[in-house]
C-alpha cells in the first residue's frame, strides 16, 4: 500500500486561506469516507483535526475544514494563525481493510 | 478524561525484539479499536496495525506481517504491540491511537548495536 501523496510544504501570511491535498486511489481516498487528517507539533503526538472527510471534533476550531473529490481529499485552514505552524498528515482506510497515512505537509506561517 | 499511557523508552540490539504497552483509561475499553503507528526520526506517520480489544481480532500492515503482534488484556485496559527480529530502520517513536481519536505520549525505541 502506497502511502498518499501531499505536498512536502505549504506556507501563508497570519489571516489568509491555505488548502492541503491528499490524493490516493480509488482504493482509498476515493472509495471511502473514511478521511481523517492530523496536525503535529514538533514533539507531540498527532492530534486528530478533522475524521470522516469533513466532520470536526469537540474542540477544533471550525478554521478548519475538510473536503474531497474523487481520488483528492482536502484540508482547508481559514484565518491563518501562528499556532497553526505544524505539520499535516491525512490518513484513508483502504480496500485491504488497512490504514494508510500519507507523507505529510509541513506548515509555516509567514 | 480519555488517556492513553505507553511505557518508557527501550534501546534494544538488532535481531531482538520488543514490547510496547498503552494502557487506556476515560472510557469503555473494549468500545474502540486501537491502531498502532510509528514514526522514524524525521519522517512521517505509517501505520502498523490494528487490533479489536473487544474480540482480540487484528489487522497488519503488509509491511509488518510476520514480525508484529498485537495483544490486549481486558482486565488491565491494556493492549501490547511486540515487534520482532528488530533493525535500525525500526528506531523510532510507536504510538497507539483509540479510535484515532486520542495518542498516547509515543513511546522511542532505539534499535543499535
Known amino acids: 500500500q502506497s502511502a498518499l501523496t501531499q505536498p512536502a510544504s505549504v506556507s501563508g501570511s497570519p489571516g489568509q486561506s491555505i488548502t492541503i491535498s491528499c490524493t490516493g486511489t480509488?482504493?482509498?481516498?476515493?472509495?471511502?469516507?473514511?478521511v481523517s487528517w492530523y496536525q503535529q507539533h514538533p514533539g507531540k503526538a498527532p492530534k486528530l483535526m478533522i475524521y470522516?472527510?469533513?466532520n470536526r471534533p469537540s474542540g477544533v476550531p471550525d478554521r478548519f475544514s475538510g473536503s474531497k473529490s474523487g481520488n483528492t481529499a482536502s484540508l482547508t485552514i481559514s484565518g491563518l494563525q501562528a499556532e497553526d505552524e505544524a505539520d499535516y498528515y491525512c490518513?484513508?482506510?483502504?480496500?485491504?481493510?488497512?490504514?494508510?497515512f500519507g507523507g505529510g505537509t509541513k506548515l509555516t506561517v509567514l | 478524561q480519555v488517556q492513553l499511557v505507553q511505557s518508557g523508552a527501550e534501546v534494544k540490539k538488532p535481531g531482538a525484539s520488543v514490547k510496547v504497552s498503552c494502557k487506556a483509561s476515560?472510557?469503555?475499553?473494549?468500545?474502540?479499536?486501537m491502531h498502532w503507528v510509528r514514526q522514524a526520526p524525521g519522517q512521517g506517520l505509517e501505520w502498523m496495525g490494528i487490533?479489536?480489544?473487544?474480540?482480540?481480532?487484528?489487522s497488519y500492515a503488509q509491511k509488518f506481517q510476520g514480525r508484529v503482534t498485537m495483544t490486549r488484556d481486558t482486565s488491565t485496559s491494556t493492549v501490547y504491540m511486540e515487534l520482532s527480529s528488530l533493525r535500525s530502520e525500526d528506531t523510532a517513536v510507536y504510538y497507539c491511537?483509540?479510535?484515532?481519536?486520542?495518542w498516547g505520549q509515543g513511546t522511542l525505541v532505539t534499535v543499535s548495536s
Open positions: 491511537a483509540s479510535n484515532f481519536d486520542y
Open positions: 476515560g472510557y469503555t475499553f473494549t468500545s474502540y479499536y
Open positions: 487490533i479489536n480489544p473487544s474480540g482480540g481480532s487484528t
Open positions: 480509488s482504493s482509498d481516498v476515493g472509495g471511502y469516507n473514511y
Open positions: 470522516e472527510v469533513s
Open positions: 490518513s484513508s482506510y483502504t480496500s485491504s481493510s488497512t490504514w494508510v
